[in-house]
């Protein structure tokens, strides 16, 4: 693959990964690298163009993060944001200092004209967050935006071609943001912008074909977005070589199963391998409560079912796995405890000798959902929340029972099929009911009841590290509340979770 690129390089910011897809927004590919990598690293790949991302430390921080200088001499164009800006210009010979006060929210910036402003007029609206701020302007630097707080809240090099924005421009707030991420790739670094879908998927499938050559591949289904478009990518590429095993683990959701079989098996045409191994699951979960050792049960049991099965289809050397970028990009950064284990369905066993073949590696998930929509999958499996591999196991808290199971069935499909109906699925990042191990008092007709309790959850996020809960509308909320009590037996109250992660977790387990 030979494209434009764009590299972000990474300082710890929050919005690392949300810059990088804005790049990629404007058709030009881009990856993120450490701000470890060296500066014959980064020059080496040949950027057209290179984002220094913010970050949460101060410059003056001992231990601070920092990058070569050698890279601001490389003759390739610079935008820093944020702390990004404020290291160009402490290595560059200007001054920061920590501002009179914390500067967070939106702010309306006066814009000079120049390759990053032009079409603008003068009054930008703007999202801030930062403590320090550049204060005097290293040589040769022209400021070319102030706000009432910060005089210098844009800078740029016009000559070496290095800018400069104290704002974050990848966040939706700040409004044209992506306008200024296109003025650079475009006006300043002299971007075409060759990264389409449509490219990808021909690159995608010739890189599959030359791998694979003749060879046969296996894939796990486990419905979700990803692997799904993994393995029509592959089968694309490779017809009848490729055999899906989907494992049915007896913790999808409603329809689920229907879905894949329908889609992949008549659809499509895929050789698929439906596994019913629902009753081997759930007795291995009985009387299991401990959410860690449901998902290490599930994970166990998933690799020894898949590894019998596999076994059947014979000669298979390859395993398609639906890795994508944010999954590639986390494994490589990671230093946060681990919270949950999550086991990743369709893992590879340790002693499977089967070469990967993971097509979906460089794309973040919007990206994802567009080549499955171009590949012909259907708008309800592509548009799909994000779903976890041990499915509704670790969304009936406590003790897992078949009947548990048909409760949280119907509570969840009445929540998701009226988040559709309301024009609200696509809005949240993930909805979905949860069966808690709380029974309650109730009345329905004269008669007392007590019955189960209901938690509906529905969050906001982009790459579901963070999370905010969704503010669905209270009619919305009362209409689904009213009919999980009335249609779901054994029901008798229904909650919405209003925390946020953190300090709470997305999933209840
Ligand atoms: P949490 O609950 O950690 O979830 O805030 C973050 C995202 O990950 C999903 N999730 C999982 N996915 N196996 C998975 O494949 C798991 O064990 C697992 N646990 C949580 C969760 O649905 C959310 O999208």
């Known amino acids: 693959m030979n494209h434009e690129l764009t590299l972000v390089i990474d300082f710890g910011a929050q919005y690392s990964q949300l810059i990088a897809r804005r790049v990629r927004e404007c058709s030009v590919y881009s990856e993120i690298v450490p701000y470890t990598a060296s500066a014959e690293e980064i020059i080496g790949r040949q950027p057209k163009a290179i984002i220094l991302s913010g970050g949460p430390a101060s410059v003056y921080a001992e231990g601070a993060p920092r990058i070569d200088p050698a890279i601001f001499e490389a003759g390739i164009p610079i935008l820093g944001i944020c702390y990004g800006m404020q290291l160009t210009s402490h290595l560059l010979g200007g001054q920061v200092t920590r501002a009179g006060r914390r500067e967070y929210g939106f702010a309306q910036m006066q814009a000079e004209a120049c390759p990053l402003f032009d079409q603008f007029g003068q009054e930008l609206q703007v999202w801030m967050s930062h403590g320090d701020a550049v204060h005097q302007l290293p040589p040769g630097f022209v400021s070319i935006g102030r706000t009432d707080n910060a005089p ?78 993994a393995a029509a990518l592959v089968h694309w590429a490779i017809g009848d070589n490729l055999t899906c095993i989907f494992v049915d683990h007896g913790l999808l ?85 681990t919270i949950k284990t999550h086991h990743n369905v369709g893992g590879l066993p340790e002693d499977m000798v089967l070469e990967l073949v993971e097509p979906l590696r460089e794309l973040f998930k919007d990206e994802v959902r567009a080549v499955g929509r171009q590949l012909g999958l259907p708008e309800e499996m592509v548009g799909r929340h994000p779903f976890p591999g041990p499915g509704l196991a670790i969304r009936v808290i406590g003790e897992i029972t078949g009947e548990k199971l048909e409760i949280l069935r119907a509570a969840d499909h009445i929540f998701i099929s009226e988040l559709r109906q309301a024009g609200l699925y696509d809005q949240v990042w993930q909805a979905f009911a949860v069966l808690t191990d709380t029974r309650s008092v109730g009345v329905m007709g004269d008669e007392r009841t007590y019955g189960w309790t209901i938690a509906l959850r529905a969050v906001e996020s982009s790459d579901a590290m963070t999370a905010d809960w969704s503010r669905l509308p209270y009619e919305f909320l009362g209409r689904v509340s009213n009919r999980i009590v009335n249609e779901v037996a054994g029901v008798n109250r229904v909650v919405y979770d209003i925390t946020s992660k953190p300090p709470a977790t997305i999933e209840w387990e």
């Open 152 to 229: 210098v809240a844009a800078m740029a090099h016009f000559e070496k071609q290095i800018y400069g924005v104290q704002f974050h421009p990848e966040v939706a707030h700040t409004r044209r943001g992506t306008e200024i991420i296109r003025n650079f790739l475009y006006r300043v670094a002299g971007c075409r912008g060759d990264w389409t879908i449509a490219s990808f998927i021909d690159e995608a499938v010739a890189r599959i074909r030359a791998q694979v050559g003749g060879g046969r591949a296996i894939c796990g289904l486990s419905g979700g977005v990803d692997s799904s478009v």
């Open 253 to 337: 959701r409603q329809g689920e199963v229907e879905q894949v079989v329908e889609t992949f098996g008549h659809h499509l045409g895929v050789r698929l391998v439906h596994v019913d191994a629902a009753r081997r699951f759930l007795g291995q979960l009985a009387g299991v409560a401990d959410p860690e050792r449901k998902r290490k049960i599930i994970g166990n049991e998933f690799i020894r079912v898949f590894e019998e099965e596999a076994a059947k289809v014979g000669d298979a050397r390859f395993l398609v796995q639906g890795t994508i970028y944010p999954d590639v990009v986390e494994s490589g950064t990671a230093t946060a405890a």
